[in-house]
């Protein structure tokens, strides 16, 4: 199993910067690729950005130039960097992790709880 624990999550004015960490615990070994969704009420989860083992990283047009993922694998932790913030970034932020066990040729994927993101005008 895997477990995923997000924080950094918080009230920021518009330009400002926050960010965001994801902890991982389990099977990271069996990670295959790691990232940041978004929601708000009323509307479906989005994807923000999303990193494989191999470093590609996929960025929605909406945070391109502003948001930045990295990883640290000696903490087993991957960030989100926020720069320039926007009032349309306020969401639930979500860590996924997808995930092939060893020995099994099908994909879990594992959400973390979120952290709310706020950002005000």
């Known amino acids: 199993q895997v477990h995923l624990a997000e924080s950094g999550g918080g009230l920021v004015q518009a330009g400002g910067s926050l960010r965001l960490s994801c902890a991982a615990s389990?099977?990271?070994?069996?990670?295959?690729?790691i990232g940041w969704y978004r929601q708000t009420v009323g509307e479906q989860r989005e994807l923000v950005t999303i990193?494989?083992?191999?470093?590609?990283?996929t960025y929605a047009d909406s945070v391109k130039g502003r948001f930045t993922i990295s990883r640290d694998n000696a903490k087993n932790t991957v960030y989100l960097q926020m720069n320039s913030l926007k009032p349309e970034d306020t969401a639930v932020y979500y860590c996924?992790?997808?995930?092939?066990?060893?020995?099994?040729?099908?994909?879990?994927?594992?959400w973390g709880q979120g952290t709310q993101v706020t950002v005000s005008s």
């Open positions: 990193m494989t083992t191999e470093g590609s990283t």
């Open positions: 996924r992790a997808d995930v092939r066990f060893s020995g099994q040729p099908f994909t879990y994927v594992y």
């Open positions: 389990g099977s990271i070994a069996s990670i295959n690729a």
